[in-house]
């Protein structure tokens, strides 16, 4: 399946390249100098002459408590400004993955007050959900670095043993990556139903997303880990223009194959067909 995304995603690339890389880099740039402008503006509060004098002629605590809130605050809209740019994004590889057309506009869709919310709520809940599955995965391989530095540090043992730490630690991060990413793939679909459907909650798209995602876990992290080498490959052949719309276009092309994979199936089935002779979906 894999195989067949990337050809169906470089057709729909043809002539559509520098477009599509121009929506990417416009939300990149925008996110990047919304955040670059507030960590520079609250920094440059911080140390300024009337801050300062507010501590002096006002009770220092209440100052900086009244101040964090204001930082919280800006940094809550900044979280949504974002997401709603991230939405749009999608929005428009989703679209261009089903109708092979792009329109920059919808790179600002969610920024209106009736979608904004949806976006932010959707991102802080898959932004919470992966936190929480992160530290659950990788507890035990930060355990094992920091245990196998200790005892290199503070104890004498064979190299032997050392390695064995060493290569153990790879081991159980390796696999520990690989579930992660696959925990991962199961709320990636909830882009592109709260893109597609508007009347859609927060809630129901997770839950259709981790629902119609089954079965198509490990095809979807085989192809995101088949661009590794086409990542690697921009330091010195493919250039970045070419690589990111490929690699998000893809994404948005197998998404919306595999969901639409199922509408195709009969009423009363759930599972797609398989074909045990050649181990292919249908």
């Known amino acids: ?34 955040s670059a402008s507030l960590i520079l503006l609250t920094n440059a509060f911080l140390i300024s002459p009337f801050l300062q004098n507010l501590v002096i002629k006002y009770n220092s605590f209440l100052v900086y408590f ?8 800006l940094y809550l809209l900044l979280f949504l400004f974002t997401s709603c740019l991230k939405m749009g994004e999608k929005a428009i590889y989703f679209m261009h993955s089903k109708t092979g057309k792009t329109k920059f ?73 690989f579930y992660y990413n696959c925990l991962k793939a199961r709320y990636s679909y909830a882009f592109n139903y709260l893109c597609t459907d508007l009347n859609l909650t927060v809630k129901e798209a997770i839950e259709k997303s981790i629902t119609h995602s089954d079965n198509f876990i490990k095809d979807y992290v085989i192809l995101k880990s088949s661009f590794l080498p086409w990542v690697l490959s921009c330091l010195l052949i493919f250039p970045l223009f070419y690589v990111i719309p490929f690699f998000k276009l893809s994404e ?26 050649s181990n292919r979906i249908f």
């Open 1 to 34: 399946m894999s195989g067949f995304i990337k050809i169906r995603a470089k057709e729909l690339l043809l002539g559509n390249t520098i477009k599509l890389f121009f929506v990417s880099f416009t939300a990149f740039i925008l996110k990047v100098i919304s």
């Open 105 to 177: 506009k919808y790179l600002f869709i969610f920024l209106r007050p009736s979608q904004s919310f949806r976006a932010f709520y959707l991102s802080f809940r898959l932004f919470n959900l992966k936190l929480l599955w992160a530290i659950y995965f990788f507890s035990a391989p930060i355990f094992c670095t920091f245990l196998t530095i200790f005892i290199y540090m503070n104890t004498s043992i064979y190299s032997v043993v050392l390695y064995t730490l060493i290569i153990g630690t790879a081991i159980l991060t390796s696999i520990s990556l």
């Open 252 to 277: 948005a092309k197998f998404i919306t194959f595999t969901d639409g994979l199922r509408f195709a199936l009969p009423q009363n089935a759930y599972l797609p067909y398989i074909d045990k002779k």
């Open 66 to 73: 009244i101040y964090s809130l204001i930082v919280v605050t």
